[in-house]
């Protein structure tokens, strides 16, 4: 009985010093070390930049029921269909399952057209199938549930693929006829369109519109202040606006800035603008025009783009950065800088050994730093670099355990 006490005592005892030998090598770290990486950091300031394009409401006069050929946010091109007009709801129902019957028509189709296994390139395959449940993930986190349909058929359509290359699924040649005899089906019962909307110009359709469409005018540039966009309003929209088409061409930003910012730029001088919009967070812009106001204390800065995508053709306003100057280079924190014989530098530990490597810093903030990144061969900061961070006693060579 004793020998069983005193073997449990053992036990516990030799658990407790493992677990506090693990908790004094968990807190009390000599050597604290952070990996340097590339970065790009910028000189700049913050505007608030209100968008400027050329737009042209599009508008319909037809009692009849519009089905939109172009989706919201495409491209359209000079005097292509907008929306078809139709007598009554019902047809404009039937066109929509017809355009979805084709959308699956057309997909077995190009799932069928591939199905040899010796063929099938099983790892573009497999990377589709990857990125689609990426973007239904993205798409899901980012609470754009507008888009999970179309997301969620996209990852489908490619699990199919890979279940008919490998032969796990069949019967698609079945499912095709099928899907056929109904949109054939449907076409018979579809009634001709009494008319059709179409655009005066090339550009993005957006079937939303805020009233700035003719307060902020292109053709005005010179008498946008900042008083002008102080007073700005939107105006009323007609009710028989459908939408508009922003032109792709150029379309400008214009942002109230302290006079002493606008004097560090001229007009010509081609500069970044970094954005909040997903599929344009860097813009290249050329100054267009610097307006002062009547006091003289701030100023508008415009600036011309020619970028354009169906993100862009709906943003109004947004807060954006104006980046005078960009830095790349290796960023690790400030505190890991040290002075070594008057030599500015930081300790990297490479196994077992710590050694002194000169830098150059090229940026600096309160909390990190960017050196140079050296393209040849010597003793200088490699990208992903252990930079010690945190140690006493430091010195080129030294052993740690």
């Given at each position: 009985?004793?020998?069983?006490?005193?073997?449990?005592?053992?036990?516990?005892?030799?658990?407790?010093?493992?677990?506090?030998?693990?908790?004094?090598?968990?807190?009390?770290?000599?050597?604290?070390?952070e990996?340097?990486?590339?970065y790009?950091a910028?000189?700049?300031?913050?505007?608030?930049?209100?968008?400027?394009?050329?737009e042209?409401?599009?508008?319909?006069?037809?009692?009849?029921?519009?089905?939109?050929?172009?989706?919201?946010g495409?491209?359209?091109?000079?005097?292509?269909?907008?929306?078809?007009?139709?007598?009554?709801?019902s047809?404009?129902?039937?066109?929509?399952?017809?355009?979805?019957?084709?959308?699956?028509?057309a997909?077995?189709?190009?799932?069928?057209?591939?199905?040899d296994?010796?063929?099938?390139?099983?790892?573009?395959?497999?990377?589709?199938?990857?990125?689609?449940?990426?973007?239904?993930?993205?798409?899901?986190?980012?609470?754009?549930?507008g888009e999970?349909?179309?997301?969620?058929?996209?990852?489908?359509?490619?699990?199919?693929?890979?279940?008919?290359?490998?032969?796990?699924?069949?019967?698609?040649?079945?499912?095709?006829?099928?899907?056929?005899?109904?949109?054939?089906s449907?076409?018979?019962?579809?009634?001709?369109?009494?008319?059709?909307?179409?655009?005066?110009e090339?550009?993005?359709?957006?079937?939303?519109?805020?009233g700035?469409?003719?307060?902020?005018?292109?053709?005005?540039?010179?008498?946008?202040?900042?008083?002008?966009?102080?007073?700005?309003?939107?105006?009323?929209?007609?009710k028989n606006?459908?939408?508009k088409?922003v032109?792709?061409?150029?379309?400008y930003?214009?942002?109230?800035?302290?006079?002493?910012?606008?004097?560090?730029?001229?007009?010509?001088?081609?500069?970044?603008l970094?954005?909040?919009?997903?599929?344009?967070?860097?813009?290249?812009?050329?100054?267009?025009?610097?307006?002062?106001?009547?006091?003289?204390?701030?100023a508008?800065?415009?600036?011309?783009c020619?970028?354009?995508?169906?993100?862009?053709?709906?943003?109004?306003?947004?807060?954006?950065?104006?980046?005078?100057?960009?830095?790349?280079?290796?960023?690790?924190p400030?505190r890991a800088l040290?002075?070594?014989?008057?030599?500015?530098?930081?300790?990297?530990?490479?196994?077992?050994?710590?050694?002194?490597?000169?830098?150059?810093?090229?940026?600096?903030?309160?909390?990190?730093?960017l050196?140079?990144?050296?393209?040849e061969?010597?003793?200088?900061?490699?990208?992903?670099?252990?930079?010690?961070?945190?140690?006493?006693?430091?010195?080129?060579?030294?052993?740690?355990?």
């Amino acid at each position: 009985m004793k020998a069983s006490k005193f073997f449990r005592f053992f036990i516990l005892a030799l658990a407790a010093v493992f677990i506090i030998n693990q908790l004094v090598s968990s807190l009390y770290m000599p050597i604290k070390t952070e990996t340097a990486v590339f970065y790009t950091a910028n000189d700049g300031f913050k505007i608030t930049g209100h968008i400027i394009r050329g737009e042209t409401l599009v508008t319909s006069e037809s009692d009849g029921v519009l089905h939109f050929v172009t989706p919201d946010g495409s491209r359209v091109a000079k005097n292509g269909i907008i929306a078809n007009i139709y007598k009554n709801e019902s047809a404009s129902i039937t066109v929509s399952q017809m355009d979805v019957l084709k959308a699956q028509i057309a997909d077995i189709e190009d799932i069928l057209s591939y199905n040899d296994i010796e063929a099938a390139n099983l790892e573009l395959i497999n990377s589709r199938i990857s990125n689609a449940l990426s973007e239904v993930i993205h798409s899901s986190a980012g609470g754009n549930y507008g888009e999970m349909s179309e997301k969620c058929e996209s990852l489908l359509s490619a699990n199919n693929r890979k279940q008919v290359a490998l032969g796990v699924v069949t019967g698609l040649s079945e499912r095709l006829t099928s899907l056929k005899t109904e949109l054939d089906s449907l076409t018979a019962t579809l009634p001709a369109a009494v008319g059709s909307i179409t655009a005066k110009e090339s550009g993005y359709f957006v079937s939303k519109t805020d009233g700035y469409e003719n307060a902020l005018s292109t053709a005005d540039l010179e008498k946008i202040t900042p008083e002008f966009l102080a007073e700005v309003k939107p105006k009323e929209t007609p009710k028989n606006v459908i939408g508009k088409i922003v032109s792709d061409y150029e379309w400008y930003v214009a942002a109230t800035v302290p006079l002493n910012d606008s004097l560090k730029f001229k007009e010509g001088q081609e500069l970044t603008l970094l954005t909040t919009v997903k599929s344009s967070p860097s813009l290249a812009v050329t100054l267009k025009r610097i307006n002062l106001s009547e006091t003289e204390e701030t100023a508008v800065m415009i600036f011309v783009c020619s970028d354009m995508n169906s993100e862009l053709a709906t943003v109004r306003s947004g807060n954006m950065t104006v980046v005078s100057k960009e830095y790349n280079g290796l960023k690790i924190p400030k505190r890991a800088l040290r002075v070594v014989d008057s030599q500015k530098g930081v300790f990297v530990q490479t196994g077992m050994q710590i050694n002194f490597v000169p830098v150059e810093v090229v940026y600096r903030t309160d909390g990190y730093i960017l050196c140079e990144k050296k393209n040849e061969n010597g003793n200088y900061l490699k990208l992903y670099d252990k930079v010690v961070v945190k140690g006493k006693n430091l010195y080129d060579g030294k052993i740690v355990g």
